[in-house]
């Protein structure tokens, strides 16, 4: 049974990925899943599968050396997924500490961990041991808005303390790759949608303050583009490179899909009034005069798309999900969850640990 170590596997992607994985190989894999548990990790968000006897949650932080190394210690891992970073550009903005310490120390722990957990007398590798670095988009800047797209011989270009701690930690697992030959891959992803995403991102935020018939904030004047991609096909993707993509690459994984924030907004409002029956009182208050547009935020890049032709030709990836169908099972996702929308936003989730954990 190959082992995998997801770190941040309680975020929105990284417990996406969980299920993707359970729902792909089933009892054929072991997942071990570590998560400091800050304010975007939710236990609730992986409630259906905590107790498989595949699956195994530890609360560490990726910043402490000692847990870590005792995890790969404990454990025979032969895959690692590195969700775990802090991840939202206002926060970034506000304390760029945080985010340095996260995200470029914290991957420099995994890999310095996972590097002494495979590396054999001679300096070679285990086989068929391989670490995947997950990244973003924002890492190359900012595109101009009538054309041109991101590849991975595209410069970088970060203009937030958020996608600067992104490159950074990139960079560190180039370093590996290159000096090492440590066994690794990195994807660079664009936005990403779907089931369990926190409420401070746009689509969530948007769907939440419709429903409760708040102002829905846009910044700057709404027309800034990025390239929006389910969340299910990026977990695909991911599985698909580190089984099948070259060592030591860098895969791009998007979706085609660019939308200015406005657009994402209407098409949002649009659909929440189509699925509401009319004997909701919610769906006569839906109405495009809950749009506010907002100072912009400083640093905003204007433009992200991602050409992924590579993952294409060489894994074989390609989004299977149309915006149009992904939001709707988006919205649909989050009218059957209300309960879990209800206790992120009053705080109720961070509780879910201590009344799961705390006597076991």
């Known amino acids: 049974m190959r082992t995998y170590l997801v770190t941040g596997g309680a975020g929105f992607i990284g417990s996406n990925y969980i299920h993707y994985m359970f729902k792909k190989y089933g009892n054929e894999i072991r997942i071990i899943n570590v998560d400091k548990l800050t304010y975007a990790g939710n236990l609730e968000n992986l409630a259906d599968i905590e107790n498989r006897e595949n699956y195994t949650f530890i609360k560490a932080d990726i910043c402490d050396t000692e847990k870590i190394n005792a995890v790969f210690a404990e454990n025979d891992i032969q895959r690692v997924v590195h969700f775990a970073a802090e991840s939202h550009v206002d926060r970034s903005i506000k304390h760029p500490e945080v985010f340095v310490k996260t995200n470029v120390l914290g991957t420099l722990v995994m890999l310095n961990a996972a590097k002494a957990a495979w590396e054999l007398p001679d300096g070679s590798f285990k086989p068929d041991h391989k670490f995947l670095h997950v990244s973003t988009d924002e890492v190359y800047g900012s595109l101009e808005e009538d054309g041109g797209y991101f590849y991975e011989t595209t410069p970088y270009a970060p203009h937030s303390p958020y996608s600067a701690s992104k490159a950074s930690s990139d960079m560190l697992v180039k370093a590996y790759m290159d000096t090492y030959k440590f066994p690794a891959n990195i994807t660079n992803c664009s936005n990403n949608y779907g089931p369990y995403q926190f409420p401070e991102k746009l689509i969530p935020l948007m769907i939440n303050n419709a429903l409760h018939g708040r102002k829905l904030p846009v910044y700057g004047d709404g027309k800034n583009v990025r390239d929006w991609l389910y969340v299910e096909d990026h977990c695909k993707g991911i599985d698909m490179v ?115 954990y705390s006597n076991r």
């Not at 699925?275 to 005069?289: F, N, Q, V, W, Y």
């Not at 969850?337 to 879910?352: A, C, I, P, R």
Request: proline letters at 3%; zero cysteines; hydrophobic letters at 30%.
């Open 242 to 356: 580190q089984e099948k993509g070259r060592l030591f690459e860098t895969y791009n994984i998007g979706g085609h899909n660019e939308r200015q924030n406005l657009q994402i907004i209407h098409t949002i409002l649009e659909t929440l009034r189509e699925m509401l029956p009319d004997s909701d009182p919610r769906k006569a208050g839906i109405t495009d005069e809950l749009i506010t547009f907002v100072e912009d935020r400083k640093g905003h890049d204007r433009r992200y798309a991602i050409a992924p032709d590579k993952i294409r030709a060489e894994v074989g990836w390609y989004p299977e999900t149309t915006f149009e169908v992904g939001i709707r099972k988006t919205i649909e996702w989050y009218f059957e969850h209300e309960e879990w929308m209800n206790h992120v936003t009053s705080g109720d989730y961070q509780k879910y640990y201590d009344d799961m």
